[in-house]
């Protein structure tokens, strides 16, 4: 378990607040930052575009899976095997078969799929 950071600042608006939801990584973020500005919540939401919002509820769902917890939505993903570094895509969903947890992300404009195990996440440059 990790403890969440507590913010050496105050957000001074609900827009602030938005743009913090729509970077958060994991439900728990979510939670800590809507408890935290529970008078912005509802005004916040509202300014979030669809898919920041279907972001949030992935996050939601998925909020007790490892896989999630790890390749968050939209983080960056490479398959352990790609030594010329050119399957590098976001991740965009998880989905479970037989007790082995995927991952589904975009490469460009192709949508690609893969054990979650047989990935790593990357940082990109922003």
Same mark, same amino acid.
């Given at each position: $378990? ?7 600042? %105050? ?13 958060? @990584?994991? #439900?728990? @973020?979510? %939670? ?7 008078? #912005?919540?509802? %005004? ?8 920041? $919002? ?7 769902? #998925?909020?007790?899976? *490892? ?16 030594? %010329?570094?050119?399957?590098?895509? @976001?991740?965009?969903?998880? #989905? ?12 460009? *404009? ?17």
């Amino acid at each position: $378990m990790t403890a969440l950071p507590i913010p050496d600042f %105050e957000l001074e608006s609900p827009q602030a607040l938005a743009e913090l939801l729509a970077e958060a @990584e994991t #439900w728990r @973020e979510v %939670e800590g930052l809507t408890q935290q500005y529970s008078h #912005w919540k509802v %005004e916040a939401w509202k300014l979030l575009n669809e898919p920041q $919002m279907e972001r949030l509820k992935l996050l939601q769902e #998925w909020q007790h899976s *490892p896989v999630a917890q790890k390749f968050p939505p939209g983080a960056t993903v490479q398959r352990l095997d790609d030594q %010329e570094e050119g399957l590098i895509g @976001e991740v965009k969903t998880y #989905w479970q078969a037989y007790g082995i947890d995927y991952v589904t992300f975009l490469v460009g *404009p192709d949508v690609d799929w893969c054990r979650a195990s047989n990935l790593k996440r990357v940082q990109t440059l922003k």
